[in-house]
């Protein structure tokens, strides 16, 4: 069993939609991190949170700590959004020890 | 902005050669790690370092090396490669703090080993 679960595995969209991404971790964490990776490869750090939730543009992050839980939202999806989204735990406190999701592949169709 | 590179975005070698995948920040940062992404598997750690000539193993060291003689870099050596480390490998960096940090990526090297 992965100390971080994502569901779906995969995802497909209509543009537009409103997308909810989510992740579950088993370990004691001091941060959550939401991250984004094009084809292509390169990955991008969307969210650190460690508590209630944060907003950048249409992307808001929620974590609920008693339930060891946290979602990712994309309001008004666009297919510039399509990419692999990943979770993983910081269980170090000084970011140099996280348990990464195996990550949601989503795609938006225009 | 932090800026993490790799050397190579894609790379064939064949079985049995060394292979060096470089990787260089520009921030300062103390953390240094390398990763290999396999289908299903997620992102795993192969070895961190937290400062120069520092190295701490991960979950999957096995037929790897790592170098740190600079701050600013850390290399990748794959002593004698095999099909098996077909595979995409991302370099991190991050800050050494008492609070949590984010780790700031590469942009992967897709290494085929034939």
């Known amino acids: 069993k992965n100390e971080v679960e994502q569901s779906p595995q995969n995802l497909t969209a209509q543009e537009g939609e409103f997308i909810t991404i989510n992740c579950s971790y088993s370990v004691g964490i001091s941060a959550l991190h939401w991250l984004q990776q094009h084809p292509g490869g390169g990955i991008v750090s969307l969210f650190m949170l460690s508590s209630g939730k944060k907003k950048h543009g249409r992307l808001i992050a929620t974590i609920n700590i008693q339930e060891k839980h946290s979602s990712l939202h994309i309001t008004a999806s666009h297919p510039r959004d399509s990419a692999v989204y990943i979770c993983a735990g910081d269980i170090s406190n000084t970011g140099n020890q996280f348990y990464f999701g195996t990550g949601t592949s989503l795609t938006v169709i225009p | 902005d932090v800026k993490v590179t790799q050397s190579s975005r894609y790379l064939v070698k064949r079985t049995g050669e060394k292979v060096f995948l470089e990787c260089v920040q520009d921030?300062?940062?103390?953390?240094m790690f390398w990763y290999r992404q396999d289908p299903g598997l997620g992102l795993r750690l192969i070895y961190f370092?937290?400062?120069?000539?520092?190295?701490e193993k991960g979950d999957i060291p096995e037929g790897y090396s790592v170098s740190r003689e600079k701050k600013e870099r850390f290399s990748l050596i794959l002593e004698s490669a095999s099909t098996n480390q077909t595979s995409m490998y991302l370099c991190?960096?991050?800050?050494?703090?008492?609070?949590?940090?984010?780790?700031?990526f590469g942009d992967g090297t897709r290494l085929s080993i034939l």
């Open positions: 921030m300062d940062h103390e953390n």
């Open positions: 370092s937290y400062d120069v000539k520092m190295k």
């Open positions: 991190a960096s991050s800050l050494l703090g008492k609070l949590a940090q984010p780790q700031h």
